[in-house]
């Protein structure tokens, strides 16, 4: 089997945000794959002032910590020079990174350091949208890479760029033109990411070499027996950005209070980090009435926290204007719990006929069934029926182009 490079980049950005995002799942569960798999496999990491190549044994170390199951030590001297300009946890982890690593390098040394450590002919693997700049793609090559593959998670930045901060689009388009102009394969984690996609780069005059392999999904935390809270709650789960559409929740919990006290409503449990564009809805966190009696923000909530509230929940609250695929959408499946959703088709792809599907702009639609769900003695989904993807799946699939 070929040997492979993975690149880890993004997990080690992540060091300070010990809660993962899906793309950080997705990442994580490729580092395991590759832990466990009998091909020959390095792992890549940009750090301060360059890069640092991992065997197996040390990133199992390094695995650890990512998934906070150890702490990262101390901060080297290198990371002490940096300290003004990385958080302190991403200074950790790079400690750590550079103690661990068979090599590292400086930015310009990058390709003489993989023909020293690493067979020529490996697959590099690009997972979490990091070290996509001009001129990397091309370093690796040079470095013994005899093909290089990359996931794209969405277009939505091209798409919807009304949903993206003013730095993003332009940043992602040309991220997207690189990859395409440099990759093999692309792995896309949707059919409505891959003809998203596809749009773009026929429009660009590209063709890259694809396949579309729905995500795995890890369970949540188990240990919390499926039972329906006296209180009817509700959880919608993402960062708090336009595209995810808390503005219509809110707005709805706002028309709840016009007819009864607060008290009384069923309750809306918002958990993710605020992200950007929205300060109308930050605004509504931060000041209305609703906010700790029928609304509640959970902005640092770890998986275990999720998987108890999500246990008690009456729906998952999904009214995305837009995904790529959507994690919360199978994880509350999967524990038989309702969705109400958006009506998009990466979510018909994933999850079939099981959610209560709507238009994201139909606020009386989404009120009327939330106010169905609260009334619900007995709402749980049965998906035994559904053949939810799996890791073992996607990665039968992906070793095929490896």
């Not at 959880?235 to 995810?244: A, C, D, N, S, Y």
């Not at 309702?338 to 079939?352: D, R």
């Amino acid at each position: 089997m070929n040997p492979v490079l993975l690149d880890i980049s993004r997990s080690i950005s992540r060091a300070p945000f010990p809660n993962p995002t899906g793309i950080d799942r997705v990442e994580q569960a490729y580092i395991a794959h590759f832990l466990e798999s009998d091909r020959k496999a390095w792992f890549l990491s940009r750090i301060a002032g360059g890069f640092a190549v991992l065997d197996k044994p040390a990133m199992r170390l390094i695995y650890q910590m990512i998934l906070v199951q150890n702490p990262w030590g101390n901060k080297d001297l290198i990371a002490r020079l940096f300290r003004a300009k990385k958080p302190d946890a991403t200074l950790r982890a790079e400690s750590e990174i550079r103690r661990l690593s068979i090599a590292n390098s400086g930015k310009n040394n990058l390709a003489k350091m993989l023909q020293r450590h690493v067979p020529a002919g490996f697959s590099y693997v690009n997972i979490g949208h990091s070290n996509r700049k001009e001129g990397i793609w091309q370093t690796i090559r040079n470095g013994g890479a005899a093909r290089c593959i990359a996931m794209i998670h969405d277009v939505i930045p091209l798409d919807f760029p009304q949903f993206s901060r003013p730095d993003t689009l332009a940043r992602f388009e040309q991220e997207l033109r690189f990859a395409a102009q440099n990759c093999d394969y692309f792995i896309y984690n949707s059919s409505q990411t891959a003809e998203r996609s596809q749009h773009w780069l026929q429009k660009w005059g590209i063709d890259v070499a694809s396949m579309t392999s729905l995500l795995g999904v890890t369970d949540l935390p188990s240990g919390f027996e499926r039972k329906l809270d006296p209180q009817p709650y509700f959880v919608t789960l993402g960062t708090i950005e336009p595209r995810k559409n808390h503005a219509l929740l809110l707005k709805i919990w706002e028309n709840f209070g016009k007819g009864q006290p607060a008290e009384n409503h069923p309750q809306l449990h918002i958990v993710g980090k605020r992200g950007w564009l929205n300060q109308n809805v930050f605004d509504t966190l931060d000041q209305a009435p609703m906010m700790g009696i029928s609304v509640f923000e959970h902005s640092n909530m770890d998986d275990t926290g999720l998987s108890e509230l999500l246990s008690g929940a009456r729906a998952l609250l999904f009214p995305s204007f837009a995904e790529g695929f959507g994690y919360p959408l199978v994880e509350a499946l999967q524990k038989k719990i309702p969705a109400i959703c958006s009506n998009l088709p990466c979510f018909q792809e994933i999850a079939g006929d099981l959610p209560i599907y709507l238009d994201p702009l139909d606020e009386k639609g989404w009120e009327n069934a939330i106010l169905r769900f609260s009334a619900s003695k007995n709402n749980e989904v049965e998906p035994n029926h559904l053949d939810f993807p799996s890791w073992a799946q996607h990665f039968l699939k992906i070793d095929t182009i490896l």
